[in-house]
Nanobody, 115 residues
Framework: QVQLVESGGGLVQPGGSLRLSCAPS????????MGWYRQAPGKQREFVAT???????NYADSVKERFTISRDNRKNTVYLQMNSLKPEDTAVYFC?????????WGQGTQVAVSS
């Protein structure tokens, strides 16, 4: 069974930064697209960013120029560097990793942006 281990969430003031990371448990092969989604209270889960095996990144308009997704293929780890955080970025952030074209989701990590 594949489990995704996420870390890096927390409470930060507006304008601050956080870095999320996520990796599947155990040694995994066949990992393709990796990405991040988020769900704010009372809202549906939404796309944040994805990155392909050759590091082509795609971002939601709301996070462009502020968030950067990256991956370390040797460690099977995906990162989300979040800068210039805004209160509207407050949400539970979920990692998604496609393994042999099957999507797996992390348990979510809370990000709260508040003064």
């Amino acid at each position: 069974q594949v489990q995704l281990v996420e870390s890096g969430g927390g409470l930060v003031q507006p304008g601050g930064s956080l870095r999320l990371s996520c990796a599947p448990s155990g040694r995994r092969f066949g990992i393709t697209t990796m990405g991040w989604y988020r769900q704010a209270p009372g809202k549906q889960r939404e796309f944040v960013a994805t990155i392909t095996t050759d590091s082509r990144a795609n971002y939601a308009d709301s996070v462009k120029e502020r968030f950067t997704i990256s991956r370390d293929n040797r460690k099977n780890t995906v990162y989300l560097q979040m800068n210039s955080l805004k209160p509207e970025d407050t949400a539970v952030y979920f990692c998604r990793v496609d393994i042999w074209d099957i999507p797996y989701w992390g348990q979510g990590t809370q990000v709260a942006v508040s003064s």
